[in-house]
């Protein structure tokens, strides 16, 4: 079946500094990717959108700014966190669908965890 | 509105038992749902899809979805301690494009 893979798996970085999140499809061609992320005991909460070659669309309340998505291919797809701050530990998780639309496909999700 | 709620549980059953989980969207216009079971730390697994109202059966797991009262049901029959885990319902709305709006979660646990 289709899989996502989702890099990396766990991170531990420095308040200030940027994370990059990759997603790949690896046996379809995912032609929308959703971004979650995931606080202790909530649900999956969805950041923002993005259709290959175009620019995501975020939800409101999300600092396009702040989370880059970037959707070049139609394999990969990118979430960098800049000037993480602790605020912004969360598990963040892709969501790929290809253009049959014919089911989402999650990525194993990324432990981020500011310090 | 893109609402999806849930009862956060804990929901407790003993082994054997049906368990059953509930989820009410806001959407009528509402299109696709889906169940999906999330174990600690991990990601979401699909459990199953449903589209047409009515009921849809998948060996111990049942899915109910009335649209006229815009609610969605998961049945665990013969129910198992594997089973325990966070139950997540996903709707993809006609307000969020093509994404999946999800739901608290309620947190089931079943006791051997």
């Known amino acids: 079946g289709a899989v996502v893979s989702q890099h990396p798996s766990r991170v531990i970085c420095k308040s200030g500094t940027s994370v990059k999140i990759e997603c790949r499809s690896l046996?379809?061609?995912?032609?929308?990717m959703f971004w979650y992320r995931q606080f202790p005991k909530q649900s999956l909460m969805l950041m923002a959108t993005s259709n290959e070659g175009s620019k995501a669309t975020y939800e409101q309340g999300v600092e396009k700014d702040k989370f880059l998505i970037n959707h070049a291919s139609l394999t990969l797809s990118t979430l960098t966190v800049t000037s993480a701050h602790p605020e912004d530990s969360s598990f963040y998780i892709c969501s790929a669908r290809d253009s049959a639309g014919s089911g989402y496909t999650f990525g194993s999700g990324t432990r981020l965890t500011v310090v | 509105q893109k609402e999806v709620e849930q009862n956060s549980g804990p929901l407790s059953v003993p082994e054997g038992a049906i368990a059953s989980l509930n989820c009410t969207y806001s959407?009528?216009?509402?299109?696709?749902f889906f169940w999906y079971r999330q174990y600690s730390g991990k990601s979401p697994e699909l459990i199953m899809s449903i589209y047409s109202n009515g009921d849809k059966e998948d060996g111990r797991f049942t899915a109910q979805l009335n649209k006229a009262s815009q609610y969605v049901s998961l049945l665990i029959r013969d129910s198992q301690p594997s089973d325990s885990a966070t139950y997540l319902c996903?709707?993809?709305?006609?307000?969020?494009?093509?994404?999946?709006?999800f739901g608290k979660g309620t947190t089931l646990s079943v006791s051997s």
């Open positions: 996903a709707v993809r709305t006609s307000q969020a494009g093509t994404a999946l709006i």
């Open positions: 959407d009528r216009g509402s299109q696709s």
């Open positions: 046996d379809f061609q995912a032609t929308t």
